[in-house]
């Protein structure tokens, strides 16, 4: 296989007037984004990542690179909606979705990504991941608030409506 860089998505005719300091620049640009980010092949194999995404979900360049991408996606449904939308060349914004991490945690993510046609033909995605893991869980912890709130509510109206009947 090919070996996968970052610049290889960029147009050949800015590729041939780019210098090799801006071609390294532009690597150092993906490889130590603070984002993560990875590509995936036609195949939904992953090709290429950067250390972001590697140290967000903890795995090691080996356990990830050359992987199915459904193997780190924890509803089968998802990933299969999200390959079919980019093979039919949708961008997707914000998309939901849920990673799993190799300590088994779950991260709730938002994904952006679109893919790279070589010659008309699927080279690989440009995936973009925000974790919005905390965000997720206070969601989460609101709703059990809002809920025992209605509860007593309906506790204090009853014992208020019971109150006033006796009385």
Known sequence: MEKFNASS???????????????SQLEDFCENAILP????????????????????????KDEYINNHISAFHCDKHVIEDILTRL??????????????CKSGEIKHVLINSNVFFKDGKFSHTRCF?????????????????ISELQERNTRLLWKAGNIQRSA
């Open 129 to 145: 991941t925000t974790d919005i893991t905390d965000i997720k869980k206070e969601e989460l912890k609101n709703r059990s608030l």
């Open 37 to 60: 980010l990875h590509c995936v092949n036609g195949s939904g194999i992953i090709v290429w990542t950067n250390q972001a995404e590697l140290d967000f979900l903890g795995y090691s």
């Open 87 to 100: 093979i039919k060349q949708q961008k997707l914004v914000n998309y939901y979705a849920r990673l799993l």
């Open 9 to 23: 998505s960029v147009p050949v005719n800015a590729m041939s007037v780019a210098t090799p300091k801006v071609v």
